[in-house]
């Protein structure tokens, strides 16, 4: 019996603190490259300057997945309300690479996972312009916020992947991910 820690919305992620962060997990099969926390000269929230990334300029592992995952979230208990996930990243895409990031879920413990609605790699992970040069973001508009709506998920204990796919192009940077009940989310953001 492994006891793990379930953990109730809101839940929030600013890779501000240790890294990994306490409950979570990385997996990197190859033993290459890993999801790692770095300093960005502009996070995509004023103060915030640490984030998870990728390096895929530097990994010569095509093709190779790695693995950030989250804790246990409870939406069991969620009845009344819409259950979102809202994160931002950041990528500038190197020459014709299709470095790729998707978030997939599980609510089977891990034996199954399922694709969320976030899969997205090449020009459409691209959140600013294309770069030869190592990117590293270095002011907010080189950000872009995503949501997932998880509303149909209510009454289930879930897991969460981000599956960063090497291509060789150019880092990818992942912040603030946030899974929050819509009635509790700031106006202005919906």
Known sequence: VVNVAILQPPLVQDFEGSFIPTNWRRDNPDNGIPWQKTFTYSGAV??????????????SGKGQKDILESPFVDLSTVTND???????????RRFDSEDRLQVLMSDDCGLNWT????DKGGSSLSSTVSSSTIF???????WRNERIDLTAHKGKRVIFRFVGTNDNGNNLYLDNIN???KNGAPKKTF
């Not at 004023?46 to 990994?59: E, I, L, R, S, V």
């Not at 819409?82 to 500038?92: G, N």
């Not at 590293?136 to 080189?142: D, H």
């Open 136 to 142: 590293s973001p270095t002011i907010t508009a080189e």
């Open 115 to 118: 694709p969320t609605s976030f």
């Open 179 to 181: 899974i929050i009940l």
């Open 82 to 92: 819409s259950v979102i996930m809202v994160f931002d990243v950041s990528h500038a």
């Open 46 to 59: 004023f103060g915030n300057t640490h984030a998870a990334y990728m390096d895929f300029y530097n990994y």
